[in-house]
T-cell receptor, first 111, second 111 residues
Framework: DPKIIQKPKYLVAVTGSEKILICEQY?????MYWYRQSAKKPLEFMFS???????DNQTASSRFQPQSSKKNHLDLQITALKPDDSATYFC??????????FGPGTRLTVL | QQKVQQSPESLIVPEGGMASLNCTFS?????YFWWYRQHSGEGPKALM?????GDKKEGRFTAHLNKASLHVSLHIKDSQPSDSALYFC???????????FGDGTQLVVKP
């Protein structure tokens, strides 16, 4: 059974559009994260949530907005997409700060 | 802010050889250390953790931690082509309550 589900696996968007990346975890963890991986930065931390509250935000741009509708969900809304946003986005979860479990990723391409 | 640096950036070893990966960190309060492995097209997966100074062995993998010298390493004995992957060092428990990842070492094991 998949422990972290990320949808979609692949996503192609046009510049200026808006997309939502979905993440659901079934590990019972209380903390969830988003990371971005590209050729420029192998694994770049973006956000962390604990008990559905934002704990840490290392993303400079307000175009990236995490959304937590349930305690095991942490979606990522990206607005005004740019080609530079092309990357693989990983969702992860952990119990407190104890070793993170990563999802399979969503590969985003912005044309 | 914690800095985690890995070396070398890339490493080629022959099948059956020993691979040694290094990681230095900057926050002396760091307490928890992990090695993650990422195969192409997948999310990073936790390989092993080490929390006390000294060596920890799990099969062909040995992690070594020296908190005084701010250094953690991973040694892979009898390397196999399936060990070819991107390896990340992760550090937590310092002054900032989150996990910091290094930029990774790309390991290639040649048959």
């Amino acid at each position: 059974d998949p422990k972290i589900i990320q949808k979609p696996k692949y996503l192609v968007a046009v510049t200026g559009s808006e997309k939502i990346l979905i993440c659901e975890q079934y590990l019972g963890h209380n903390a969830m994260y988003w990371y971005r991986q590209s050729a420029k930065k192998p694994l770049e931390f973006m956000f962390s949530y604990s008990y559905q509250k934002l704990m840490d935000n290392q993303t400079a741009s307000s175009r990236f907005q995490p959304q937590s509708s349930k305690k095991n969900h942490l979606d990522l809304q990206i607005t005004a997409l740019k080609p530079d946003d092309s990357a693989t986005y990983f969702c992860a979860s952990s119990q407190d700060n104890w070793g993170q479990y990563f999802g399979p990723g969503t590969r985003l391409t912005v044309l | 802010q914690q800095k985690v640096q890995q070396s070398p950036e890339s490493l080629i070893v022959p099948e059956g050889g020993m691979a040694s990966l290094n990681c230095t960190f900057s926050d002396r309060n760091s307490q928890y250390f992990w090695w993650y492995r990422q195969h192409s097209g997948e999310g990073p997966k936790a390989l092993m953790s080490i929390f006390s100074n000294g060596d920890k062995k799990e099969g062909r993998f040995t992690a070594h931690l020296n908190k005084a010298s701010l250094h953690v390493s991973l040694h892979i004995k009898d390397s196999q082509p399936s060990d070819s992957a991107l390896y990340f060092c992760a550090v937590a428990g310092g002054s900032n309550n989150r996990i910091f990842f290094g930029d990774g070492t790309q390991l290639v094991v040649k048959p």
